[in-house]
């Protein structure tokens, strides 16, 4: 079983809409867990922490369930500028990082 | 306000040639990564460093060498560039202090070999 897994998509939605994506790790015991954005051919870049208590920037929201193992990301009122590929991160024992192979977002006009 | 700096951003290799990946760091960050990304995949783990002197290998470490003499710079070596080496190279680094450090990344270097 992979250490964490998405759903690759595509997702790709209008302008304006509401979208979801989850991840699950396999791993109880993992410690930090994160969200990362990478456009085409560069490099990825931190979207944001997740917090146990869920946590927001602006149009994003995170949560972590640690009962079913899985962290989620919405994203609100979606914009052309949000079209990238979504990295579920989770870190285990502290020097360990396990990526998600991405969830595929197209934010459509 | 440089963070992770890799050199050089492309290159184009013959098989069989070597070649040095340079990643440098200036955050102080004890922890230091090596991942190559194919097209189209995800990321996968060549070899990582928890500080000055001790480095592990990932999950294909096959073909790659790496050294960690300093805290800032992780070096990683092709010996004899083979065809399935080529890809997307890049480099992190993450801190040890306290939890939910996320990992930063170069902006990579992208590799041909023919």
């Known amino acids: 079983r992979k250490e964490v897994e998405q759903d690759p998509g595509p997702f790709n939605v209008p302008e304006g809409a509401t979208v979801a994506f989850n991840c699950t790790y396999s791993n109880s015991a993992s410690q930090s867990f994160f969200w990362y954005r990478q456009d085409c051919r560069k490099e990825p870049k931190l979207l944001m922490s997740v917090y146990s208590s869920g946590n927001e920037d602006g149009r994003f929201t995170a949560q972590l369930n640690r009962a079913s193992q899985y962290i989620s990301l919405l994203i609100r009122d979606s914009k052309l500028s949000d079209s990238a590929t979504y990295l579920c991160v989770v870190n285990s024992f502290g020097n360990q990082f396990y990526f998600g192979t991405g969830t595929s977002l197209t934010v459509i006009p | 306000n440089a963070g992770v700096t890799q050199t050089p951003k492309f290159r184009i290799l013959k098989i069989g040639q070597s070649m040095t990946l340079q990643c440098t760091q200036d955050?102080?960050?004890?922890?230091m990564y090596w991942y190559r990304q194919d097209p189209g995949m995800g990321l996968k783990l060549i070899y990582y460093s928890v500080g000055a002197g001790i480095t592990d290998k990932g999950e294909v470490p096959n073909g790659y060498n790496v050294s960690r003499s300093t805290t800032e710079d992780f070096p990683l070596r092709l010996e004899l560039a083979a065809p399935s080496q080529t890809s997307v190279y890049f480099c992190?680094?993450?801190?040890?202090?306290?939890?939910?450090?996320?990992?930063?990344f170069g902006d990579g270097t992208r590799l041909s070999i023919l």
């Open positions: 955050m102080n960050h004890n922890y």
């Open positions: 992190a680094s993450s801190s040890i202090q306290g939890g939910n450090q996320p990992q930063h």
